[in-house]
């Protein structure tokens, strides 16, 4: 059984209760945290867990809200009773030169303690995150400065793909291609006003997410990273990508828990 906990589903400022986009993908054992903002230590707190609990953390970008917490992220081991496993982080090369700065800048005077590092390059690239998890990432379409990886875990015949934060891209494709579950990015809408265009260039639409999950093949779509002008209205964003995508299309709620069987 594959588990994924929505531990937030907002966008960089999110609606009420939403938080920053960050999820937990439990599967054969390894416990891997996706994306780190600024409320990771209250959101693993929310369900029930800790950071001593993660296996692995992936951070998609730097942009704050999926990279912020990660220095208080950091800071839990040095705080907590020694024995803990520490997680292996994996994040771009590009994001690792921002994750290291803010751990520097943040509680830089702390001795260093063991997190297994690991820098992808910022093209595709596929690892074995355990014997059992193949990990593949693409450069997605977001930002020149805080370069974006998606990424698509295989965990046996099962497939969870994350789109992290990106425009239109044809890597979605890829990285979503026959999914059990893709999670998208769909900061805003067509059909529900306000039409934020101005948010094409870094980010996908509802309908935008409806289509890759179609031509995908995706089983099942979920939609994040809404933009909090549609509070109260993700049922609209749902409609939008439906009529695009016939399967199953949900905006889950902070805290909410897809299972894949
Ligand atoms: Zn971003």
């Not at 948010?199 to 979920?222: F, P, T």
């Not at 002008?229 to 995508?245: K, P, S």
Request: hydrophobic content about 45%.
């Amino acid at each position: 059984m594959i588990r994924v906990t929505f531990l937030g589903v907002g966008a960089a400022l999110p609606s009420p209760g939403k938080t920053n986009c960050a999820y937990l993908l439990e599967a054969d054992g390894a416990r891997i945290l996706f994306d780190c903002g600024p409320a990771i230590l209250q959101q693993l707190a929310a369900v029930g867990r800790t950071p001593g609990d993660i296996t692995h953390v992936f951070i998609s970008h730097a942009h704050g809200d999926h990279a912020l917490g990660y220095p208080m992220f950091r800071l839990w081991w040095s705080l907590s009773p020694p024995g803990w496993l520490t997680p292996v982080v994996v994040a771009g090369e590009a994001t690792w030169t921002h994750l290291r700065a803010l751990w520097a800048h943040c509680y830089g005077e702390i001795p260093g303690f063991a997190f297994h590092e690991v820098a992808l390059p910022e093209s595709p690239h596929s690892i074995d995150l355990t014997p059992g998890i193949r990990l593949s990432t693409w450069p997605m379409r977001h930002s020149t400065m805080f370069p974006v990886l998606g990424a698509r875990f295989e965990i046996g015949q099962k497939v969870i793909a994350f789109t992290g934060d990106t425009a239109r891209c044809d890597h979605i494709l890829d990285l979503a291609r026959g999914a059990d579950l893709l999670i998208a990015d769909s900061r805003y809408a067509h059909t529900v006003p306000p039409e934020r265009l101005d948010q094409s260039q870094y980010h996908c639409s509802a309908q935008d997410a409806g289509e890759y999950a179609m031509q995908a093949q995706a089983k099942r779509l979920a939609l994040v990273h809404i933009g909090p002008e549609y509070q109260g209205r993700q049922a609209d964003l749902v409609a939008e990508a439906r009529r695009a995508f016939a399967g199953p299309v949900s905006a889950p709620e902070a805290g909410e828990v897809i299972e894949i069987g």
